[in-house]
């Protein structure tokens, strides 16, 4: 069974980190895994993502230079370093994987991915 878990979601201070884990199982294979946001009120939003058959990494303007994707193979997880927060950081933050590749030079929109976790929030306030 397919299954995704964020974890490492909370509160930070502007300015301030947070990482967040995303453990997937239960895939024989994958290609595309990635985060998306989605803030009170807005559209959920790519935010990064890595594609396993050809390494391309993704990232929306707004995040470029303070958060990082990154996978550990070996357990499944991704990860996503978020440095130099800001208060329009906030939302809540899910991790989505597919099949076929949905990372490039954009992320694909979320409607396209299959599989979802359930969600961490991120809030960012002093």
């Known amino acids: 069974q397919v299954q995704i878990v964020e974890s490492g979601g909370g509160l930070a201070q502007p300015g301030g980190s947070l990482r967040l884990s995303c453990a997937a199982s239960?895939?024989?294979?994958?290609?595309?895994i990635g985060w998306f946001r989605q803030a009170p009120g807005k559209e959920r939003e790519g935010v990064s993502c890595?594609?396993?058959?050809?390494?391309?990494?993704y990232y929306q303007d707004s995040v470029k230079g303070r958060f990082t994707i990154s996978r550990d193979n070996a357990k499944n997880t991704v990860y996503l370093q978020m440095n130099s927060l800001k208060p329009e950081d906030t939302g809540v933050y899910y991790c989505?994987?597919?099949?076929?590749?949905?990372?490039?030079?954009?992320?694909?929109?979320?409607?396209?991915?299959?599989?979802w976790g359930q969600g961490t929030q991120v809030t960012v306030s002093s």
């Open positions: 989505a994987a597919d099949f076929v590749n949905l990372c490039g030079n954009r992320m694909i929109g979320a409607a396209r991915w299959r599989y």
């Open positions: 239960g895939f024989t294979f994958y290609d595309a």
């Open positions: 890595i594609s396993s058959s050809d390494g391309r990494i």
